[in-house]
């Protein structure tokens, strides 16, 4: 889905009115967009290739509940961009990942409670593609999210927060793999 699409959807959940009217049961939206980075992706690439980005804009839209005091349960999907390879002749490889995510987060109050530190833990089951012109590789698999960050409590209803986070993702089919790394900033809409 376009980023659009999922701004659009964002500012339709925060504005609605049976929405902003269902508040206090702890069930939140979020949506995190920052850059996302993929490790390794531009390792030592082969001839004849002669450049790599190996960053872009990566986003999540997401749903959580306050499970116990100061912990969270989470599930999101989260679009990484890609890493793009480009040489002579025109040529070009990318690595795209989409990706489910389901985490645990618990939140650390510093001072009057306004700012929070917070660590995330989770598993996330990625889907990969690497592909060129003479390749199509597709691979999927699950492992382990870390994450570290803040939130800062704008009022009762509205947050800003700003994460860290980074998982593994690819394979031994592909020709890469390595870790993803997140940052990004969100915005978070208790409903």
Known sequence: M?????????ALACLSSSAMAAGGD???????AGRSYF?????NPPAPYTSCKDFDFGNRISLGKLVADRTFA???YYDSGHSTKKGTGNISETIDSVEWQ?????????????????AKLGVVHWEATQASASKWISASGNDILLGVGTRFYLNKDNTIRAFYE???AGNNSMTWQGDVHFFSIGYLHEL
Do not use: M, T
Not at 2 to 7: E, G, P, Y
Not at 26 to 32: C, L, N, R
């Open 2 to 10: 376009a980023l659009n699409k999922w701004i659009a959807a964002l």
């Open 26 to 32: 702890g069930i939140y939206i979020v949506f995190d």
């Open 39 to 43: 490790r390794n992706s531009c390792k």
């Open 74 to 76: 989470e599930i999101g």
């Open 102 to 118: 389901l985490s645990a987060q618990r939140i650390f109050p510093i001072g009057n409670g306004r700012l929070s530190a917070l």
């Open 166 to 168: 980074s998982h593994k």
